[in-house]
């Protein structure tokens, strides 16, 4: 069974860098086939998919937020993680860690509980 678990701070001040982690256990994040997505999800809205980092290590970007995001990863922690730069009230939002075997979200089948995250002064 691979469990997920999204860590970091809840509260970001504007135009400071939000940064999570996720740990994974029950399964290598370098197993082969599978991408470990960030997902979040504005109050009120839909799932947005952020990026993800794949097994090879290559990562993806949403078009949408590449310019200010990066994703990385520990294979020594099992551990990969999520960085977005200059944040506003906007990116509040609970976000999510998920494996998937790709980057659409009906192709993930392990998600972690999600982490609130507001971005306010």
């Known amino acids: 069974q691979v469990q997920l678990q999204e860590s970091g701070p809840g509260l970001v001040k504007p135009s400071q860098t939000l940064s999570l982690t996720c740990t994974v256990s029950?399964?290598?994040?370098?197993?082969?086939?599978?991408?470990w997505n960030w997902i979040r999800q504005p109050p009120g809205k839909g799932l947005e998919w952020m990026g993800a980092i794949a097994s090879d290590g290559i990562t993806y970007y949403s078009p949408f937020l590449k310019s200010h995001t990066s994703i990385s990863r520990d294979t020594s922690k099992n551990q990969f993680s999520l960085e977005l730069t200059s944040v506003t009230p906007e990116d509040t939002a609970v976000y999510y860690c998920a494996r998937g075997i790709g980057t659409a979200t009906d192709e993930y089948d392990y998600w972690g509980q999600g982490t609130q995250v507001t971005v306010s002064s």
């Open positions: 029950g399964g290598s994040i370098t197993a082969s086939s599978y991408f």
